[in-house]
């Protein structure tokens, strides 16, 4: 599975931003997909996810409200609808995913999801 995430830009601080992730490759029919970031020095965090089966949701505390993690209309996307950006959402984002269908308390660690895109840049300016 191969996966590529697009959308990152400069923004400011109030403004929105969509990243997109596209799967290809062998598709799995019970999976999750989630969006990850990472800012200079910081480590790996976890910032939302999609189970594909059911689109139950999940969310970070910080994004929680601001941000919205979608399928989209092509097939094997999922979408990061950010709203409400502040400079601290500035990081490399990146997509992944999982043909395991974990229970919720294993989505919110980086080692479950086994591909991973490339990341894309958000910075977010004050």
């Known amino acids: 599975v191969q996966l590529q995430a697009s959308g990152g830009g400069l923004v400011q601080a109030g403004g929105s931003l969509r990243l997109s992730c596209a799967a290809s490759g062998h598709t799995f029919s019970s999976r999750i997909m989630g969006w990850f970031r990472q800012a200079p020095g910081k480590e790996r965090e976890f910032v939302a996810a999609i189970r594909w089966s059911g689109g139950g949701t999940y969310y970070a505390d910080s994004v929680k409200g601001r941000f919205t993690i979608s399928r989209g209309n092509a097939k094997n996307t999922v979408l990061l609808q950010m709203n409400s950006l502040k400079p601290e959402d500035t990081a490399v984002y990146y997509c992944?995913?999982?043909?395991?269908?974990?229970?919720?308390?294993?989505?919110?660690?980086?080692?479950?999801?086994?591909?991973w895109g490339k990341g894309t840049q958000v910075t977010v300016s004050s």
């Open positions: 992944a995913a999982t043909p395991t269908n974990y229970a919720v308390s294993y989505l919110y660690t980086d080692t479950v999801y086994i591909y």
